[in-house]
């Protein structure tokens, strides 16, 4: 027996579903993942937090949850220790579902998180309209009525970042990895390689560390509300010690370089964006999941655009021309998605191997 939910959006737009998950309303920003698979990942990416996600594959919930396990102490399954979307919406719920590691159901899963899912919903025709008219803000609808809310008006990088500082790893590159709703394959992706990682909140002043690179996370809403990690990333510009940033980092070190970001109409999120490399020919095959850009015309002049997106131009990643500063929109650290481009962590480690040896 399944219980009747609302979804309703700004523009007046009500569709009416099956309760999935917790019977519950809640509140967000509505935008669309055509990502195929890899609802574990992104329910857990804490660069959703806000959003209610609609996701245009037909049939979701089929290979169920897989169980924890850990790996030096962070999750090896998961992209954080929660789930963070504000709400799910799918076309069809499968309840059966069936897969080796599958330790429970979608539904029971998002019941433990209190967050709510509708299915039964046309997610093409909705899809369609957040294509046309923008993300919107949107409410799934149980029982009792809630308002609108706009996430992006909130910091919600401060609620998603760690109280403390962390260490992990024994390696011969100290890497300060600032947090800011991190994904934990990117802890993996760094403990795979020769690294000590000291992970800091994202209002940290990291300045006053020693370490040997920088890293900038990504993580969720508009980039502007980090003034924080701005300020003090833009004392690390100064100096010459290698810096990386991924999706919420890149935007973050546009920003810290002068430039400006901007939201755009519907965003990307998926896992076959294709980015160019400047320069080249050369096309790769990305994860993405963000809806601010930085705006390639405002860069100061010794900054290029890395890469860029070839379906609508926009920035897919910044470079410094002469220091070894550089980031991508994308995830190279997939989780989920095409992991083509994860070499970028071998890049920045190399050039803080360069760094040192210079030194
Ligand atoms: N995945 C991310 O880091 C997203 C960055 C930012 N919150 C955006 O939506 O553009």
């Given amino acids: 027996m399944t219980q009747t939910v609302k979804l309703i959006l700004e523009d007046g737009t009500e569709i009416e579903g099956q309760s999935f998950g917790a019977f519950t309303s809640a509140a967000g920003e509505v935008v669309f993942s055509t990502a195929m698979t890899g609802y574990p990942e992104n329910l857990t990416d804490p660069s959703f937090a ?6 245009t594959y037909p049939m979701v919930g089929n290979y169920g949850v897989p169980g924890e396990e850990l790996y030096e102490s962070i999750s090896k399954i998961f992209e954080s220790d929660k789930i963070h979307i504000a709400g799910l919406v799918v076309n069809y719920y499968s309840e059966e579902h069936s897969h080796w590691n599958a330790a429970k159901s979608l539904g029971d899963w998002l019941k433990e998180y209190n967050i709510p899912g509708i299915f039964g919903v046309d997610t093409r025709m909705l899809t369609k309209k957040l294509r046309e008219k923008g993300a919107l803000l949107g409410k799934i609808v149980a029982e009792t009525d809630v308002p609108l809310h706009d996430p992006n008006l909130d910091n919600l ?8 500082v962390q260490h992990y790893g024994h390696g011969q590159h100290k890497i300060v990895l600032v947090d800011c709703g991190t994904k934990t394959n990117i802890i993996r992706c760094f403990l795979e390689r020769d690294v000590e990682l000291i992970r800091v909140p994202w209002d940290y002043d990291f300045t006053t560390l020693n370490y040997d690179g920088l890293f900038l996370s990504n993580g969720p809403g508009d980039p502007k509300m980090c003034e924080a990690t701005i300020q003090h990333l833009q004392k690390a510009l100064q100096q010459d010690k290698p810096i990386f940033g991924i999706c919420l980092g890149s935007q973050l070190m546009g920003l810290a370089a002068g430039g400006d970001t901007f939201k755009l109409k519907y965003g990307h999120r998926s896992h076959n964006q294709p980015v160019k490399l400047t320069g080249t020919q050369r096309c790769y095959i990305t994860s993405q999941n963000h809806g601010f850009a930085v705006d390639t015309e405002t860069l100061p002049a010794e900054w290029d655009m890395l890469f860029e997106n070839l379906n609508d131009g926009t920035c897919e990643g910044i470079k410094h021309k ?3 500063f550089f980031s991508t929109q994308f995830h190279p650290e997939a989780a989920g998605g095409p992991q083509d481009t994860e070499f970028l962590f071998d890049d920045f480690l190399k050039a803080v191997g360069e760094y040192k040896a210079a030194k």
Wanted: net charge positive.
């Fill in 50 to 55: 806000g959003q209610i996600l609609v996701l």
């Fill in 322 to 324: 002469t220091k070894p």
């Fill in 157 to 164: 990088v401060a609620q998603v970042s760690p109280a403390g």
